[in-house]
């Protein structure tokens, strides 16, 4: 029988970087939980969820699950990004080795609308070769994401980053646009008017945070090539 989580206080790690992992973690804590989040520390300036917070890997499966159990952790809740598949598989393992339950929080898609002009794609090669020549295109993607992409110099690129890159990138022909998405689609679609957009290429990450770029495509009626989870 799993253990009386509303009544009894317990020791729970969190792999975050998401905003609903810092929403949780506010809840539990307010239910008198210990809480720790775990952040990959990709960004340089992440947004601090409340209670305690690691930054940085564990070593791969084998050194969560030591983690797990050195801290004793009662369990685990993996509320990453939908696309941050190998941080999700080495939880599974990790909890298999430690024995300390493992909670999946996963957001649902995003589903295509009346008005949405999607081309769904499961990989990225797949989603650089789609593009049309001459293409002014919008990378929604993190930065690890992008050399699949750096090939076609007969498109020109806007990339949005959240911190400046350390090395120029090897776009042929790119704009580099910095910040977090706006959650006001307006600005979003002012973003791309501005800049001549003429496709979106995202990530199906579902959930409210990024959704106003695809309400935004969807009034200016661009294409948006999706890249689709596994």
């Not at 806007?158 to 580099?176: G, I, K, N, S, W």
Request: proline content about 7%; some cysteine; hydrophobic content about 45%.
């Amino acid at each position: 029988m799993p253990p009386d989580t509303e009544h009894a206080p317990q020791k729970v790690l969190i792999l975050g970087g998401t905003a609903e992992a810092r929403l949780l973690a506010e809840r539990l804590i307010a239910e008198g939980h210990l809480v720790t989040t775990s952040l990959a520390g990709r960004t340089n300036d992440p947004i601090l969820p409340a209670g305690a917070v690691r930054i940085g890997g564990f070593g791969g499966a084998e050194g969560l699950a030591v983690y797990l159990r050195t801290e004793g952790f009662d369990r685990m809740i993996d509320a990453t990004h939908p696309f941050a598949r190998r941080i999700s598989e080495n939880a599974i393992k990790a909890a298999a080795i430690s024995g300390v339950p493992l909670e999946q929080r996963l957001r649902p898609r995003w589903q295509k609308q009346p008005g949405d002009r999607w081309r769904s794609v499961t990989t990225l090669e797949a989603a650089a070769e789609v593009l049309p020549s001459g293409a002014t295109v919008f990378l929604a993607l993190g930065r690890q994401y992008l050399d699949a992409f750096v090939g076609r110099d007969d498109c020109r690129f806007v990339v949005r980053m959240v911190d400046a890159p350390e090395m120029p990138l090897a776009f042929a022909d790119y704009t580099l646009v910095l910040g977090k998405p706006a959650s006001d689609p307006d600005r979003e679609a002012d973003l791309f008017t501005a800049y001549g957009v003429t496709h979106l290429v995202c990530r199906n990450s579902g959930g409210p945070a990024g959704y106003a770029k695809i309400l935004a495509a969807r009034r200016l009626a661009l294409p948006v090539v999706m890249l689709e989870r596994d």
